[in-house]
């Protein structure tokens, strides 16, 4: 957070910064979706909908579950939500009493604490091996889970890591879960951000989990807050009564806008953009390596690199910090995600903008690591 | 909530129902607002903004309380929401911890006690006289104050009663309350919906309350979920995290929409539906007293009456409940509002409807009362 401030403060100043640590692609939201929102205000639809969103669009994410993915989900277990941050506090606030515990994956996505903590519910941590790509195994969970435990989380594909986890072992550690009393609750915000290997849901292989999502990663609608949740059926109406009662009800035009996200030119919209990243991606693979940056984790999906620094410095947040100032490279410090397994080993890097300023950040984090 | 449900199923059933019961004027989003939205579309403006909200919106939050009500707010006091439902979560999670105790005026609008809840607050009433026309008085707040107290909250206009508090009455309570260690945090939604008395604003009289305000009633943005609050600009960093964390920002195109709200044609607009509300107000207050069904609270503001219809009933719910079956008019009976002095007794009556479907809902209640 400091870092990015001082990103922010030095291209205020009017340097060439090369942000490789925003996790908001540089593509314009896709033009059906805007259209659809253009009609939408042509139709005056701005007035309140339903607390657990569109009937439509619940049907709408219900049916691409089954055309894109193959899972059968009914359009009664999909709650609508501002945005994927919405969710996760409708599911925590559901699942959570004061002093329930969840387990959260170290490294991985430092937000999610918050909506722990906002429950009264206590987070600990996942602490995932370098030696299993950092991914979660079902020892890791079985050596975690007390009983207290009520909850763990799972992101896949993952940030920071990129990982992806498949969904037949997703669904059996949903199952673990269960069979210990708990859930599961995957976080597919970047889903369909996969490079190598089709899609996936845990929903595909199994009931037991319940899963987060979001309009803003895959289909770049970062701006409109829109995301939802697919849970038990039998959870929903008390989810619902949360939503009722914490936001009355999502964005409507973003609701309307999103109904076009499905449709056949959005889709394929996404899937150039897909590809563009996997470019991307792969040149910073081929590149990074070879400057004594080797990629940890799977790096199979979302924007992310996770690198491990640790051939150049003992202290990641000071590696980033001199970067940024030295070179207008900006980086986000492994500490950033987790406390375990030393952070301070890595760094993150988001390739969210094109191809020539990612080229351009090679070139000065290569003369950097070159330097005298 | 189960009257709203009966409602609705009555209406899909085919049967004509007289909504007195929605909280939603009937105005569309006004013009100028939504060619603001088209702007925005067509700039491709649907990226995150600052968690705090656009600098420029806040700005012009700001330059309508100078301009508009005479009262100094900095853009450093204001934080844009999601809705002012966001509103209330910062600021409750902002001052509240565990086992805190928050009054809620009784009749008040009954959400307000969720976001204590989620917080591990109290709520605690505040029970207001049927004597005092419904008005929480400083002897009212001082009585039900206790040591474990933090936070009291009052609408002014206020729902269910309309009532208008002046805002010089409100910066002396907000005074008391900081006298007493606590917090005074004032419900404006409804400003700018006033009859018979210019808006006015806590602000303009002080500094001790913390205000929370939303575009969804004067300026007709319901389903844009977009709010504001304005704190002592001390607290506003931390509420700013937690604003990062929970909803990471406010809709972008929401904002830039809202952002014309404050223009001369957007507030020559809501004039004129203030207008069109006092017209219907006046209209039922001067039929309902001759039908036994006298006004109670101020009616100052906003699109409620109060009624006392204990002259027909001792249950005021199943009042309702009778009236929408025989006659389709749909009320709220007053024990959605609290619990104290006789909720029974009353019922709330939404002017949210053209004055024809007015006039067919007083005709409906007149052959009602008389029947034999």
Redesign the interface.
Known sequence: MALLERAQALEAAGHDILHLEVG?PDF??AAPI?DA??RA?DR??????PAAGLPALREAIARDYRDRLGASVSPAQVVVT??A?GAL?LIM?ALLN?GDEVLLCDPGYP?NR??VT???GVPRPLPLRPEDGFRLTADTLEAAWTERTRVAMVASPDNPTGNRTDGAGLARLARDCRARGGTLVVDEIYQGLCYGAPADTVLRHGDEAVVINSFSKYFG?????LGWLVAPQAWVPAIERLAQ??????????QHAAMAAFGEESLAIAEQRRQLLDRRRTLLMEALPGMGLPVVGGAEGAFYLYLDVSAHTDDSFAFCRDLLERTGVALTPGLDFGAHHHPERYLRLAYTCEESRLHEALERLRAYLERP
Chains 1, 2 share one sequence.
């Not at 005056?44 to 909908?49: A, D, K, S, V």
């Not at 609608?221 to 807050?225: E, L, P």
């Open positions: 908001e314009p939201c805007m929102a253009r205000l005056g639809q701005t007035r309140y909908t501002p945005g941050s506090q606030g004061a937000c918050q909506f906002l429950f009264g609608m970062t701006g409109w807050r009662n914490w936001f009355l009800a999502p964005s409507t035009v973003a």
